[in-house]
């Protein structure tokens, strides 16, 4: 709800990326002040370059919300947008805010080992440490739908969920099925990511703050498909390119020391 807000004062890209950013610095590094693992991890073999790899994500991170930035202003600077909506200091407040409770939710997944745990006992495998996601996402859902019923009747658009004639049949079951397809890849993206969390053997820790890089590095090459950046002038598509070029080696360094630490 903070992110929505947010993406209304200071836009979209810049929104989205202080608040993942944060969220995967904070959901990284809270899990091991709370355990005492910090210096452990980062300490034993491969844990630098692990660390480098996290830091350089970060500078890619960077560039991509500078890029997305400077995209905005492009545009509507051609469109001869009214900035008097934008305001910084509630934007940044507001995606901030976002940013610390969505890390919540993978210290949520790291606080849940313990269920993890239980599922491997009962020989879950590789599936096991998708066991604590009823439970970190139970309470995202009855603080959405909550919201949702308050939003709800208040502008009165609950009745559009249930009055085809409203819309018509074609629109209706378009908007349902985008809907389904929206929670579907939400819940994979979770459903996948246990998976790998449960593959990086000693560099678990590190698996969140990829996860979230991922998010920002997919979002924008997904844009760049999606002919989104066709209009922006060549500073703005070169910082792109330099912010994507950091977060896949990133990735690259993370993935080396992982292997690394693997084979001690």
Request: charged fraction near 10%; proline fraction near 1%.
């Amino acid at each position: 709800m903070a992110f929505g807000y947010a993406i209304g004062y200071i836009g979209f890209s810049l929104a989205y990326t202080i608040s993942i950013g944060l969220s995967a610095v904070l959901g990284t590094i809270v899990p091991l002040l709370i355990h005492g693992t910090l210096e452990e991890h980062f300490s034993r073999s491969g844990g630098g370059i692990v660390l480098f790899g996290m830091i350089l994500s970060m500078v890619g991170c960077f560039f991509c919300g500078w890029a997305g930035r400077k995209k905005e202003r492009d545009l509507k600077e051609r469109m001869n947008y009214d900035a008097s909506a934008f305001n910084l200091k509630s934007g940044l407040m507001l995606a901030i805010f976002a940013g610390v409770l969505s890390a919540i939710f993978g210290i949520s997944l790291e606080i849940g080992a313990p269920v993890t745990e239980v599922a491997r006992q009962h020989g879950a495998g590789q599936f096991e440490g998708n066991a604590n996601l009823l439970l970190s996402t139970s309470g995202a859902f009855v603080t959405n739908f909550i919201w949702f019923i308050i939003v709800g009747f208040r502008q009165k658009t609950i009745k559009e969920l249930i009055t085809v004639k409203m819309l018509g049949k074609r629109v209706w079951l378009q908007n349902l099925f985008l809907s389904i397809l929206t929670g579907g890849l939400w819940y994979f993206q979770f459903f996948f990511y246990g998976m790998g969390h449960v593959g990086m053997g000693n560099f678990k820790f590190a698996s969140w703050a990829i996860h979230m890089s991922m998010l920002i590095f997919f979002s924008y090459m997904v844009g760049i498909i999606m002919k989104e950046w066709k209009e922006v002038n060549k500073n703005t598509y070169s910082t792109l390119i330099v912010g994507l070029l950091i977060l896949v080696i990133s990735f690259v360094v993370i993935s080396y020391g992982g292997v690394i630490g693997s084979e001690v």
